[in-house]
Protein backbone atom coordinates (compact mmCIF):
# COMPACT_ATOMS: atom_id res chain seq x y z
CA UNK A 1 0.00 0.00 0.00
CA UNK A 2 1.55 3.33 -0.91
CA UNK A 3 -0.09 6.25 1.43
CA UNK A 4 -3.15 7.39 3.48
CA UNK A 5 -3.45 3.50 4.89
CA UNK A 6 -1.56 1.72 7.68
CA UNK A 7 -2.57 -1.31 5.99
CA UNK A 8 -3.44 -3.44 9.22
CA UNK A 9 -6.95 -4.72 10.61
CA UNK A 10 -7.00 -5.46 13.98
CA UNK A 11 -9.09 -7.85 14.84
CA UNK A 12 -10.07 -9.03 18.43
CA UNK A 13 -12.02 -11.96 19.43
CA UNK A 14 -13.41 -11.62 22.59
CA UNK A 15 -14.68 -14.82 23.36
CA UNK A 16 -11.46 -16.73 23.39
CA UNK A 17 -9.41 -13.48 24.13
CA UNK A 18 -7.28 -12.91 21.13
CA UNK A 19 -6.01 -10.61 19.17
CA UNK A 20 -4.50 -10.52 15.80
CA UNK A 21 -3.13 -8.07 13.34
CA UNK A 22 -4.53 -8.80 9.54
CA UNK A 23 -3.35 -6.81 6.21
CA UNK A 24 -5.58 -5.09 4.30
CA UNK A 25 -6.62 -5.86 0.90
CA UNK A 26 -5.17 -3.80 -1.49
CA UNK A 27 -7.56 -4.46 -4.23
CA UNK A 28 -10.67 -4.40 -1.95
CA UNK A 29 -9.46 -1.02 -0.80
CA UNK A 30 -9.51 0.34 -3.91
CA UNK A 31 -13.34 -1.00 -4.26
CA UNK A 32 -14.58 0.47 -1.09
CA UNK A 33 -12.13 2.89 0.34
CA UNK A 34 -12.66 2.79 4.46
CA UNK A 35 -14.64 3.93 7.07
CA UNK A 36 -18.50 2.93 6.19
CA UNK A 37 -17.52 1.56 3.13
CA UNK A 38 -15.51 -1.48 3.91
CA UNK A 39 -17.25 -1.34 6.74
CA UNK A 40 -20.13 -2.66 5.02
CA UNK A 41 -17.90 -4.96 3.06
CA UNK A 42 -16.96 -6.71 6.54
CA UNK A 43 -20.22 -6.65 7.92
CA UNK A 44 -21.89 -8.39 4.81
CA UNK A 45 -19.29 -11.21 4.52
CA UNK A 46 -18.99 -12.08 8.55
CA UNK A 47 -22.69 -11.57 9.26
CA UNK A 48 -26.09 -13.48 8.19
CA UNK A 49 -29.92 -11.56 8.30
CA UNK A 50 -30.58 -14.17 11.23
CA UNK A 51 -28.10 -12.96 13.09
CA UNK A 52 -28.88 -11.67 16.56
CA UNK A 53 -27.66 -7.75 17.19
CA UNK A 54 -27.10 -8.39 20.57
CA UNK A 55 -25.79 -11.94 20.31
CA UNK A 56 -22.05 -13.43 19.96
CA UNK A 57 -22.09 -13.53 16.37
CA UNK A 58 -23.08 -9.97 15.69
CA UNK A 59 -19.90 -7.78 15.35
CA UNK A 60 -17.96 -4.62 16.08
CA UNK A 61 -16.26 -2.52 13.58
CA UNK A 62 -14.47 0.71 13.87
CA UNK A 63 -13.00 2.19 11.06
CA UNK A 64 -11.08 5.05 9.80
CA UNK A 65 -10.44 6.17 5.90
CA UNK A 66 -7.57 7.27 4.40
CA UNK A 67 -7.71 10.91 5.19
CA UNK A 68 -7.98 10.14 8.68
CA UNK A 69 -5.12 11.57 10.34
CA UNK A 70 -3.74 13.27 7.61
CA UNK A 71 -3.51 17.28 7.28
CA UNK A 72 -6.70 16.85 5.13
CA UNK A 73 -9.51 18.68 8.03
CA UNK A 74 -12.68 16.83 9.97
CA UNK A 75 -11.02 13.39 9.70
CA UNK A 76 -13.71 11.44 11.46
CA UNK A 77 -14.29 7.55 11.58
CA UNK A 78 -17.10 5.40 11.90
CA UNK A 79 -18.78 2.35 13.73
CA UNK A 80 -21.02 -0.09 12.20
CA UNK A 81 -22.52 -3.51 13.48
CA UNK A 82 -26.10 -4.59 12.70
CA UNK A 83 -28.50 -2.48 15.09
CA UNK A 84 -30.27 -3.59 18.15
CA UNK A 85 -32.81 -0.67 17.28
CA UNK A 86 -33.60 -1.22 13.83
CA UNK A 87 -32.64 -4.98 13.30
CA UNK A 88 -30.47 -3.99 9.97
CA UNK A 89 -27.46 -2.00 8.31
CA UNK A 90 -26.76 0.23 11.49
CA UNK A 91 -23.47 2.79 11.29
CA UNK A 92 -22.61 5.77 13.18
CA UNK A 93 -19.98 7.98 12.14
CA UNK A 94 -17.64 10.19 14.76
CA UNK A 95 -15.42 13.46 15.02
CA UNK A 96 -12.93 14.04 17.46
CA UNK A 97 -9.33 12.50 18.05
CA UNK A 98 -9.88 8.84 18.23
CA UNK A 99 -9.66 7.87 14.69
CA UNK A 100 -6.25 9.40 14.60
CA UNK A 101 -4.87 8.07 17.09
CA UNK A 102 -5.74 4.69 15.86
CA UNK A 103 -3.66 5.08 12.75
CA UNK A 104 -0.99 6.60 14.99
CA UNK A 105 -1.32 3.52 16.97
CA UNK A 106 -0.74 1.50 13.88
CA UNK A 107 -4.09 0.11 12.40
CA UNK A 108 -6.54 1.09 10.06
CA UNK A 109 -10.16 -0.44 12.08
CA UNK A 110 -10.21 -2.95 14.66
CA UNK A 111 -13.26 -5.36 14.09
CA UNK A 112 -14.41 -7.05 17.37
CA UNK A 113 -16.55 -10.41 17.70
CA UNK A 114 -17.63 -12.92 20.33
CA UNK A 115 -18.28 -12.02 23.77
CA UNK A 116 -16.05 -11.84 26.99
CA UNK A 117 -17.23 -13.61 30.20
CA UNK A 118 -16.51 -10.31 32.14
CA UNK A 119 -15.89 -7.13 31.24
CA UNK A 120 -12.68 -5.52 29.74
CA UNK A 121 -11.39 -2.63 27.80
CA UNK A 122 -8.78 -3.11 24.86
CA UNK A 123 -5.90 -1.05 25.40
CA UNK A 124 -4.21 -0.09 21.73
CA UNK A 125 -0.50 1.53 21.88
CA UNK A 126 2.45 1.51 19.36
CA UNK A 127 1.32 -1.57 17.98
CA UNK A 128 1.14 -3.33 21.44
CA UNK A 129 -2.23 -4.67 22.20
CA UNK A 130 -3.86 -5.42 25.66
CA UNK A 131 -7.44 -6.73 27.13
CA UNK A 132 -7.41 -5.42 30.30
CA UNK A 133 -10.20 -6.35 33.47
CA UNK A 134 -12.87 -3.82 33.10
CA UNK A 135 -15.29 -5.02 35.89
CA UNK A 136 -14.38 -2.24 38.11
CA UNK A 137 -15.39 0.49 35.40
CA UNK A 138 -19.14 -0.99 35.03
CA UNK A 139 -21.44 0.76 35.78
CA UNK A 140 -19.11 4.11 36.16
CA UNK A 141 -20.56 6.98 33.17
CA UNK A 142 -18.79 8.09 29.95
CA UNK A 143 -16.95 10.73 31.57
CA UNK A 144 -15.47 9.19 34.72
CA UNK A 145 -14.85 5.78 32.53
CA UNK A 146 -12.73 8.10 30.24
CA UNK A 147 -10.88 9.80 33.18
CA UNK A 148 -10.02 6.48 34.77
CA UNK A 149 -9.01 4.68 32.07
CA UNK A 150 -6.49 7.77 31.19
CA UNK A 151 -4.99 7.37 34.67
CA UNK A 152 -4.65 3.55 34.26
CA UNK A 153 -2.80 3.68 30.97
CA UNK A 154 -2.07 7.37 29.70
CA UNK A 155 -3.25 10.78 29.94
CA UNK A 156 -2.60 11.12 26.33
CA UNK A 157 -4.21 8.36 25.14
CA UNK A 158 -8.16 9.05 23.92
CA UNK A 159 -10.93 6.49 24.95
CA UNK A 160 -13.53 5.05 23.17
CA UNK A 161 -16.29 3.55 25.63
CA UNK A 162 -20.12 2.93 26.41
CA UNK A 163 -22.08 4.23 29.65
CA UNK A 164 -24.31 2.92 31.48
CA UNK A 165 -26.91 3.10 29.39
CA UNK A 166 -24.63 0.25 26.87
CA UNK A 167 -24.23 -1.90 29.57
CA UNK A 168 -28.05 -2.27 30.32
CA UNK A 169 -28.42 -3.28 26.69
CA UNK A 170 -30.67 0.20 26.09
CA UNK A 171 -31.29 0.29 22.32
CA UNK A 172 -30.95 3.91 21.80
CA UNK A 173 -27.36 3.95 23.31
CA UNK A 174 -23.93 5.07 21.45
CA UNK A 175 -20.65 4.92 21.80
CA UNK A 176 -18.92 8.09 23.16
CA UNK A 177 -15.38 9.63 22.75
CA UNK A 178 -13.19 12.82 23.90
CA UNK A 179 -14.52 12.58 27.31
CA UNK A 180 -16.78 15.61 28.79
CA UNK A 181 -16.09 17.27 25.36
CA UNK A 182 -18.64 14.25 24.39
CA UNK A 183 -18.01 13.75 20.34
CA UNK A 184 -20.47 10.96 19.72
CA UNK A 185 -21.29 7.88 17.77
CA UNK A 186 -24.73 8.01 18.78
CA UNK A 187 -27.28 6.34 16.10
CA UNK A 188 -28.45 2.99 15.37
CA UNK A 189 -27.78 1.67 19.16
CA UNK A 190 -24.24 0.78 18.75
CA UNK A 191 -23.69 1.50 22.35
CA UNK A 192 -25.42 -1.91 23.21
CA UNK A 193 -23.84 -3.80 20.91
CA UNK A 194 -20.76 -3.37 22.80
CA UNK A 195 -22.34 -3.84 26.19
CA UNK A 196 -23.67 -7.44 24.95
CA UNK A 197 -19.88 -7.81 24.50
CA UNK A 198 -19.16 -7.06 28.15
CA UNK A 199 -16.64 -4.49 25.38
CA UNK A 200 -16.32 -1.27 27.99
CA UNK A 201 -14.07 0.32 26.11
CA UNK A 202 -11.26 1.01 23.72
CA UNK A 203 -8.30 2.63 24.22
CA UNK A 204 -5.55 4.29 21.86
CA UNK A 205 -2.76 5.85 21.94
CA UNK A 206 0.34 6.12 19.15
CA UNK A 207 2.93 7.79 17.61
CA UNK A 208 3.19 6.68 14.49
CA UNK A 209 0.73 7.67 11.54
CA UNK A 210 -0.02 6.98 8.27
CA UNK A 211 1.97 8.35 5.18
CA UNK A 212 1.44 10.46 2.11
CA UNK A 213 2.44 9.67 -0.72
CA UNK A 214 2.61 13.68 -2.35
CA UNK A 215 2.73 15.72 1.13
CA UNK A 216 4.42 19.21 -0.22
CA UNK A 217 1.54 19.22 -3.10
CA UNK A 218 -1.52 18.39 -0.44
CA UNK A 219 0.03 21.11 2.05
CA UNK A 220 -0.14 23.08 -0.87
CA UNK A 221 -3.65 22.06 -2.21
CA UNK A 222 -5.08 22.75 1.47
CA UNK A 223 -3.20 26.11 2.05
CA UNK A 224 -5.62 27.12 -1.20
CA UNK A 225 -8.55 25.95 0.47
CA UNK A 226 -8.14 27.14 4.31
CA UNK A 227 -9.01 31.19 4.00
CA UNK A 228 -12.28 30.04 2.19
CA UNK A 229 -12.81 27.12 4.75
CA UNK A 230 -12.23 29.36 7.60
CA UNK A 231 -14.07 32.49 6.27
CA UNK A 232 -17.08 30.09 5.07
CA UNK A 233 -17.70 28.75 8.33
CA UNK A 234 -17.23 31.49 11.04
CA UNK A 235 -21.00 30.95 12.00
CA UNK A 236 -20.33 26.99 12.82
CA UNK A 237 -17.00 28.25 14.87
CA UNK A 238 -18.99 31.20 17.04
CA UNK A 239 -22.53 29.33 17.22
CA UNK A 240 -21.76 26.03 16.09
CA UNK A 241 -24.66 23.64 14.78
CA UNK A 242 -27.22 25.73 16.90
CA UNK A 243 -26.70 28.41 14.59
CA UNK A 244 -29.48 27.01 12.50
CA UNK A 245 -32.15 26.97 14.75
CA UNK A 246 -33.98 30.40 14.36
CA UNK A 247 -33.52 29.82 10.54
CA UNK A 248 -34.94 26.13 10.83
CA UNK A 249 -37.82 27.61 12.65
CA UNK A 250 -38.55 30.40 9.94
CA UNK A 251 -38.20 27.77 6.94
CA UNK A 252 -40.71 25.44 8.88
CA UNK A 253 -38.11 22.47 8.97
CA UNK A 254 -37.98 22.77 13.17
CA UNK A 255 -39.77 19.81 14.57
CA UNK A 256 -42.27 21.40 16.76
CA UNK A 257 -44.53 19.64 19.40
CA UNK A 258 -43.49 15.91 18.33
CA UNK A 259 -43.94 17.13 14.32
CA UNK A 260 -47.32 18.72 14.96
CA UNK A 261 -46.92 22.91 14.75
CA UNK A 262 -45.36 25.32 11.87
CA UNK A 263 -44.16 27.91 14.25
CA UNK A 264 -42.30 28.33 17.18
CA UNK A 265 -40.80 31.66 17.10
CA UNK A 266 -39.96 32.74 20.58
CA UNK A 267 -39.14 29.78 21.39
CA UNK A 268 -36.36 29.23 19.01
CA UNK A 269 -34.82 32.17 20.25
CA UNK A 270 -34.60 31.16 23.70
CA UNK A 271 -32.83 27.84 22.76
CA UNK A 272 -30.65 29.09 19.82
CA UNK A 273 -26.79 29.26 19.28
CA UNK A 274 -26.74 33.12 20.02
CA UNK A 275 -28.61 32.38 23.39
CA UNK A 276 -26.07 30.16 24.19
CA UNK A 277 -23.25 32.17 23.14
CA UNK A 278 -24.51 34.50 25.57
CA UNK A 279 -25.21 32.47 28.31
CA UNK A 280 -23.70 29.74 29.17
CA UNK A 281 -20.97 29.30 26.29
CA UNK A 282 -17.06 29.02 27.67
CA UNK A 283 -15.25 27.67 24.56
CA UNK A 284 -15.08 25.61 21.29
CA UNK A 285 -14.02 22.37 20.99
CA UNK A 286 -11.77 21.19 17.64
CA UNK A 287 -12.10 17.62 15.86
CA UNK A 288 -8.73 16.16 14.62
CA UNK A 289 -7.28 19.21 12.33
CA UNK A 290 -10.48 20.91 11.94
CA UNK A 291 -9.97 24.76 11.58
CA UNK A 292 -13.72 25.20 12.71
CA UNK A 293 -13.98 23.96 15.88
CA UNK A 294 -18.19 23.80 15.89
CA UNK A 295 -17.96 21.72 19.10
CA UNK A 296 -19.74 23.87 22.25
CA UNK A 297 -17.90 23.95 25.67
CA UNK A 298 -20.80 25.10 28.30
CA UNK A 299 -20.38 25.72 31.99
CA UNK A 300 -23.97 25.81 34.67
CA UNK A 301 -22.93 26.43 38.07
CA UNK A 302 -26.74 27.86 39.59
CA UNK A 303 -30.29 26.86 39.13
CA UNK A 304 -32.51 24.04 39.13
CA UNK A 305 -29.86 22.17 36.78
CA UNK A 306 -25.92 22.92 37.72
CA UNK A 307 -23.78 21.66 37.71
CA UNK A 308 -23.37 21.09 34.07
CA UNK A 309 -19.83 21.31 32.26
CA UNK A 310 -18.23 20.44 29.34
CA UNK A 311 -20.07 19.57 25.99
CA UNK A 312 -22.94 21.30 24.87
CA UNK A 313 -25.80 20.72 22.82
CA UNK A 314 -26.21 20.46 18.82
CA UNK A 315 -28.50 21.50 16.75
CA UNK A 316 -30.00 18.15 16.85
CA UNK A 317 -30.06 18.03 20.59
CA UNK A 318 -32.19 21.04 20.99
CA UNK A 319 -34.34 20.15 18.25
CA UNK A 320 -35.31 17.01 19.16
CA UNK A 321 -34.86 17.62 23.16
CA UNK A 322 -36.37 21.70 22.82
CA UNK A 323 -38.82 22.28 20.24
CA UNK A 324 -39.94 18.69 19.86
CA UNK A 325 -41.22 18.98 23.30
CA UNK A 326 -42.13 22.33 22.89
CA UNK A 327 -39.34 23.10 26.23
CA UNK A 328 -37.73 26.48 25.87
CA UNK A 329 -35.43 26.19 28.47
CA UNK A 330 -32.09 25.92 27.34
CA UNK A 331 -30.26 25.40 30.61
CA UNK A 332 -32.76 22.08 31.04
CA UNK A 333 -32.06 21.13 27.39
CA UNK A 334 -28.16 20.99 28.59
CA UNK A 335 -28.67 19.56 31.57
CA UNK A 336 -30.43 16.44 29.89
CA UNK A 337 -27.76 16.95 26.71
CA UNK A 338 -25.28 16.20 29.51
CA UNK A 339 -27.11 13.20 31.21
CA UNK A 340 -27.27 11.83 28.08
CA UNK A 341 -23.84 11.97 27.41
CA UNK A 342 -23.17 10.63 30.82
CA UNK A 343 -25.47 7.77 30.27
CA UNK A 344 -24.22 7.41 26.53
CA UNK A 345 -27.74 7.63 24.96
CA UNK A 346 -28.45 9.19 21.36
CA UNK A 347 -29.80 12.42 22.06
CA UNK A 348 -32.34 12.18 19.04
CA UNK A 349 -33.78 9.00 20.15
CA UNK A 350 -34.20 10.48 23.79
CA UNK A 351 -35.92 13.74 22.63
CA UNK A 352 -37.72 11.93 20.13
CA UNK A 353 -39.21 9.51 22.82
CA UNK A 354 -40.27 12.14 25.30
CA UNK A 355 -41.89 13.89 22.64
CA UNK A 356 -44.05 10.82 21.91
CA UNK A 357 -44.64 9.99 25.12
CA UNK A 358 -45.75 13.36 26.02
CA UNK A 359 -48.46 13.00 23.24
CA UNK A 360 -49.05 9.69 24.35
CA UNK A 361 -50.00 11.59 28.29
CA UNK A 362 -51.76 14.26 26.37
CA UNK A 363 -53.80 11.51 25.12
CA UNK A 364 -54.51 9.75 28.20
CA UNK A 365 -52.58 6.41 27.08
CA UNK A 366 -49.80 7.66 29.92
CA UNK A 367 -50.94 8.32 32.91
CA UNK A 368 -48.79 9.48 36.24
CA UNK A 369 -49.21 5.78 37.43
CA UNK A 370 -46.39 5.08 34.22
CA UNK A 371 -44.41 8.19 35.09
CA UNK A 372 -43.93 7.66 38.39
CA UNK A 373 -45.85 10.88 39.06
CA UNK A 374 -44.36 12.59 36.79
CA UNK A 375 -46.52 15.20 34.57
CA UNK A 376 -45.73 14.85 30.91
CA UNK A 377 -47.05 18.02 29.87
CA UNK A 378 -45.66 19.69 26.92
CA UNK A 379 -43.01 21.81 27.85
CA UNK A 380 -42.26 20.76 31.28
CA UNK A 381 -38.53 21.18 31.64
CA UNK A 382 -38.34 19.27 35.09
CA UNK A 383 -40.09 16.28 33.18
CA UNK A 384 -37.28 16.40 29.98
CA UNK A 385 -34.59 15.78 32.63
CA UNK A 386 -36.17 13.23 34.64
CA UNK A 387 -37.52 10.91 31.84
CA UNK A 388 -33.88 10.96 30.28
CA UNK A 389 -32.88 9.45 34.49
CA UNK A 390 -34.97 7.47 33.74
CA UNK A 391 -34.16 5.82 30.40
CA UNK A 392 -30.70 5.94 31.16
CA UNK A 393 -31.52 3.80 34.31
CA UNK A 394 -33.91 1.55 32.68
CA UNK A 395 -36.43 2.23 35.02
CA UNK A 396 -40.13 2.47 34.54
CA UNK A 397 -41.31 3.96 31.52
CA UNK A 398 -37.71 4.63 31.03
CA UNK A 399 -36.55 1.24 30.25
CA UNK A 400 -39.80 1.18 27.61
CA UNK A 401 -38.56 4.28 25.61
CA UNK A 402 -35.22 3.04 25.83
CA UNK A 403 -35.76 0.23 23.41
CA UNK A 404 -36.93 2.68 20.89
CA UNK A 405 -40.18 4.53 19.38
CA UNK A 406 -41.19 1.54 17.42
CA UNK A 407 -41.26 -1.03 20.54
CA UNK A 408 -41.76 1.29 22.92
CA UNK A 409 -45.47 2.37 20.47
CA UNK A 410 -46.48 -1.24 20.18
CA UNK A 411 -46.55 -1.75 23.92
CA UNK A 412 -48.35 0.92 25.20
CA UNK A 413 -50.77 0.80 21.81
CA UNK A 414 -53.85 2.36 20.98
CA UNK A 415 -52.70 5.73 18.62
CA UNK A 416 -49.66 5.24 19.89
CA UNK A 417 -48.01 4.32 16.72
CA UNK A 418 -49.45 7.25 15.27
CA UNK A 419 -47.80 9.36 17.34
CA UNK A 420 -44.11 7.49 16.71
CA UNK A 421 -42.24 9.60 14.05
CA UNK A 422 -39.58 7.39 12.81
CA UNK A 423 -38.64 5.10 9.83
CA UNK A 424 -37.62 1.92 9.71
CA UNK A 425 -37.08 2.30 13.54
CA UNK A 426 -34.77 5.21 13.71
CA UNK A 427 -36.23 8.46 14.89
CA UNK A 428 -36.57 11.11 12.77
CA UNK A 429 -33.72 13.80 13.38
CA UNK A 430 -34.46 17.95 13.36
CA UNK A 431 -35.26 18.23 9.42
CA UNK A 432 -38.83 18.11 8.83
CA UNK A 433 -39.20 15.88 5.23
CA UNK A 434 -41.94 18.25 4.49
CA UNK A 435 -39.74 21.35 4.42
CA UNK A 436 -37.62 19.69 1.54
CA UNK A 437 -39.05 16.84 -0.77
CA UNK A 438 -35.21 15.45 -0.96
CA UNK A 439 -35.03 14.92 2.69
CA UNK A 440 -38.57 12.86 2.51
CA UNK A 441 -37.46 10.80 -0.28
CA UNK A 442 -33.93 10.64 1.62
CA UNK A 443 -35.40 9.70 4.95
CA UNK A 444 -37.13 6.94 3.59
CA UNK A 445 -34.39 5.23 1.59
CA UNK A 446 -31.29 5.68 3.90
CA UNK A 447 -29.84 2.61 4.84
CA UNK A 448 -30.10 3.08 8.51
CA UNK A 449 -33.33 4.79 8.62
CA UNK A 450 -34.65 8.19 9.13
CA UNK A 451 -31.38 10.11 8.83
CA UNK A 452 -30.32 13.38 7.21
CA UNK A 453 -26.90 13.07 6.63
CA UNK A 454 -26.90 9.89 4.46
CA UNK A 455 -27.73 12.29 1.70
CA UNK A 456 -27.22 15.68 3.87
CA UNK A 457 -29.63 16.96 0.53
CA UNK A 458 -31.24 19.78 2.11
CA UNK A 459 -27.79 22.14 1.70
CA UNK A 460 -28.09 22.01 -1.58
CA UNK A 461 -31.44 23.27 -1.56
CA UNK A 462 -30.63 26.12 0.80
CA UNK A 463 -27.15 27.37 0.07
CA UNK A 464 -24.96 24.65 -1.19
CA UNK A 465 -23.97 23.77 -5.15
CA UNK A 466 -22.21 20.50 -6.45
CA UNK A 467 -21.50 21.67 -10.40
CA UNK A 468 -19.99 18.21 -10.58
CA UNK A 469 -22.89 16.16 -10.33
CA UNK A 470 -24.75 18.90 -12.61
CA UNK A 471 -26.08 20.90 -10.03
CA UNK A 472 -24.51 24.73 -10.29
CA UNK A 473 -27.28 26.35 -8.61
CA UNK A 474 -28.82 25.84 -5.31
CA UNK A 475 -32.38 23.39 -5.97
CA UNK A 476 -35.63 24.02 -5.25
CA UNK A 477 -36.53 22.46 -2.60
CA UNK A 478 -40.30 21.57 -3.22
CA UNK A 479 -39.86 20.85 -6.62
CA UNK A 480 -40.38 17.04 -7.24
CA UNK A 481 -39.11 16.23 -10.83
CA UNK A 482 -35.84 15.23 -10.77
CA UNK A 483 -35.46 14.56 -7.19
CA UNK A 484 -34.94 10.97 -7.65
CA UNK A 485 -31.79 11.51 -9.75
CA UNK A 486 -30.47 14.40 -7.49
CA UNK A 487 -31.08 12.18 -4.20
CA UNK A 488 -29.41 9.14 -5.48
CA UNK A 489 -26.32 10.63 -6.32
CA UNK A 490 -26.08 12.88 -2.92
CA UNK A 491 -26.39 9.61 -0.98
CA UNK A 492 -23.57 8.31 -3.07
CA UNK A 493 -21.57 11.21 -2.27
CA UNK A 494 -21.78 11.43 0.98
CA UNK A 495 -20.95 7.62 1.12
CA UNK A 496 -17.39 8.94 -0.06
CA UNK A 497 -17.27 11.13 2.96
CA UNK A 498 -17.87 8.36 5.02
CA UNK A 499 -15.50 6.23 3.77
CA UNK A 500 -12.62 8.53 3.39
CA UNK A 501 -13.92 9.66 6.43
CA UNK A 502 -13.89 13.28 6.51
CA UNK A 503 -16.72 15.74 7.68
CA UNK A 504 -19.51 17.02 5.56
CA UNK A 505 -19.41 20.30 6.69
CA UNK A 506 -16.62 21.10 4.45
CA UNK A 507 -19.26 21.83 2.14
CA UNK A 508 -20.13 24.46 3.74
CA UNK A 509 -16.83 26.12 3.67
CA UNK A 510 -15.99 25.79 -0.20
CA UNK A 511 -14.75 22.06 -0.06
CA UNK A 512 -16.09 20.38 -3.69
CA UNK A 513 -16.02 16.87 -5.51
CA UNK A 514 -12.71 17.79 -7.32
CA UNK A 515 -10.55 19.04 -4.12
CA UNK A 516 -11.97 15.14 -2.43
CA UNK A 517 -10.52 13.10 -5.61
CA UNK A 518 -7.15 15.50 -5.22
CA UNK A 519 -7.03 14.76 -1.67
CA UNK A 520 -7.29 11.47 -1.86
CA UNK A 521 -4.87 10.95 -4.90
CA UNK A 522 -1.85 12.71 -3.32
CA UNK A 523 -2.82 11.18 -0.18
CA UNK A 524 -2.60 7.24 -1.45
CA UNK A 525 -0.91 8.00 -5.10
CA UNK A 526 -3.91 6.76 -7.23
CA UNK A 527 -5.56 8.09 -10.04
CA UNK A 528 -9.09 7.98 -9.23
CA UNK A 529 -11.14 10.47 -11.58
CA UNK A 530 -14.63 11.49 -10.94
CA UNK A 531 -16.61 8.79 -12.43
CA UNK A 532 -14.60 6.10 -10.70
CA UNK A 533 -14.73 8.52 -7.68
CA UNK A 534 -19.06 8.61 -7.86
CA UNK A 535 -19.15 4.91 -8.57
CA UNK A 536 -17.42 3.45 -5.78
CA UNK A 537 -19.92 5.67 -3.76
CA UNK A 538 -22.68 4.03 -5.67
CA UNK A 539 -21.50 0.72 -5.03
CA UNK A 540 -21.31 1.64 -1.43
CA UNK A 541 -24.84 2.15 -1.34
CA UNK A 542 -26.03 -0.49 -2.82
CA UNK A 543 -24.17 -2.85 -0.97
CA UNK A 544 -25.36 -1.66 2.33
CA UNK A 545 -28.81 -1.53 0.77
CA UNK A 546 -28.21 -5.56 -0.58
CA UNK A 547 -27.13 -6.18 3.19
CA UNK A 548 -30.85 -4.46 4.42
CA UNK A 549 -32.78 -6.89 1.79
CA UNK A 550 -30.87 -9.68 2.93
CA UNK A 551 -32.95 -8.38 6.33
CA UNK A 552 -36.11 -8.10 4.40
CA UNK A 553 -36.10 -4.46 3.74
CA UNK A 554 -37.94 -3.55 0.61
CA UNK A 555 -40.50 -1.02 -0.65
CA UNK A 556 -42.54 -1.87 2.21
CA UNK A 557 -40.22 0.11 4.83
CA UNK A 558 -39.20 3.38 2.11
CA UNK A 559 -41.59 5.04 3.58
CA UNK A 560 -42.75 7.99 6.18
CA UNK A 561 -45.49 8.43 8.86
CA UNK A 562 -48.92 9.14 8.01
CA UNK A 563 -48.01 12.54 9.99
CA UNK A 564 -45.19 13.68 7.65
CA UNK A 565 -47.57 12.60 4.23
CA UNK A 566 -50.66 13.54 4.78
CA UNK A 567 -51.12 16.37 7.95
CA UNK A 568 -49.77 19.82 6.89
CA UNK A 569 -48.09 22.35 8.92
CA UNK A 570 -50.56 24.79 8.29
CA UNK A 571 -47.91 27.43 9.30
CA UNK A 572 -44.47 28.58 9.16
CA UNK A 573 -42.03 28.08 6.10
CA UNK A 574 -43.69 25.01 4.75
CA UNK A 575 -46.89 25.46 5.26
CA UNK A 576 -48.73 23.69 2.83
CA UNK A 577 -46.28 21.50 0.93
CA UNK A 578 -46.52 17.59 1.91
CA UNK A 579 -44.03 15.44 0.02
CA UNK A 580 -44.93 13.27 -2.90
CA UNK A 581 -43.03 10.39 -2.14
CA UNK A 582 -44.76 7.51 -4.15
CA UNK A 583 -43.89 9.37 -7.25
CA UNK A 584 -40.29 10.44 -5.82
CA UNK A 585 -39.82 7.01 -5.33
CA UNK A 586 -40.54 5.56 -8.70
CA UNK A 587 -38.00 8.03 -10.60
CA UNK A 588 -35.93 6.60 -7.34
CA UNK A 589 -35.41 3.31 -8.05
CA UNK A 590 -35.88 3.78 -11.71
CA UNK A 591 -32.07 5.95 -11.84
CA UNK A 592 -30.94 3.59 -8.82
CA UNK A 593 -31.33 0.36 -11.44
CA UNK A 594 -33.78 -1.56 -8.58
CA UNK A 595 -36.56 -3.22 -9.07
CA UNK A 596 -40.17 -1.80 -8.12
CA UNK A 597 -39.61 -3.64 -4.66
CA UNK A 598 -36.63 -1.65 -4.16
CA UNK A 599 -34.25 -4.17 -4.73
CA UNK A 600 -31.06 -3.71 -6.45
CA UNK A 601 -30.94 -5.78 -10.06
CA UNK A 602 -28.52 -8.57 -11.01
CA UNK A 603 -27.28 -6.15 -13.85
CA UNK A 604 -26.59 -3.36 -11.36
CA UNK A 605 -24.78 -5.62 -8.66
CA UNK A 606 -22.75 -6.65 -12.09
CA UNK A 607 -21.38 -3.25 -13.14
CA UNK A 608 -20.39 -2.36 -9.87
CA UNK A 609 -18.78 -5.68 -9.09
CA UNK A 610 -20.46 -6.30 -5.90
CA UNK A 611 -21.29 -10.16 -6.31
Given amino acids: MQGGYMGKILEVDLTNKKTQRKDLNESEVRKYIGGSGLGAKILYEKTFSDVDPLGPDNILIFMTGPLTGTPVPGGRHSIIAKSPLTGIWGEASIGGTWGRELKRAGYDGIVVTGKSEKAVYLWVHNNEVELKEATHLWGKDTYQTDELIRKETDEGAVVSCIGPAGEKLIRISGIFTNGKDARVAARCGLGAVAGSKKLKAIVVKGAGGPKVFQEKELKNSLKKIFPSLKEKTQGLSYLGTAQIVIPCEELGTLPIKNWREGKWEEGAKKISGERMKETIL???????????????????????????????????????????????????????????????????????????????????????????????????????????????????????????????????????????????????????????????????????????????????????VVPELGYPEVQDRFAQKGKGEFVAKLQDLMCMFDSLSICKFNLFGGVRIHHLIEWLNLVTGWHVNLEEFMKTGERIFNL????????????????????????????????????????????????????????????????????
Fill in 282 to 464: TGRFHCAGCPIGCGRKIKITQGPFAEVEGAGPEYETLASMGASCLVDDLEAIAKANELCNRYGIDTIEAGGAVAFAMECYENGLITKKDTGGISLNWGNSEALVEMVHMIGEAKGLGKLLGQGLPKASKEIGGLAPEFAIHTKGLAFPGHDPRAYNSVALGYATSNRGACHVQGFTHIFERNV
Fill in 544 to 611: KRLYNVNCGISIKDDTLPHRILTNRRKEGGSLSNLPPLDKMLTEYYEYRGWTEKGIPRQEKLNELKIL
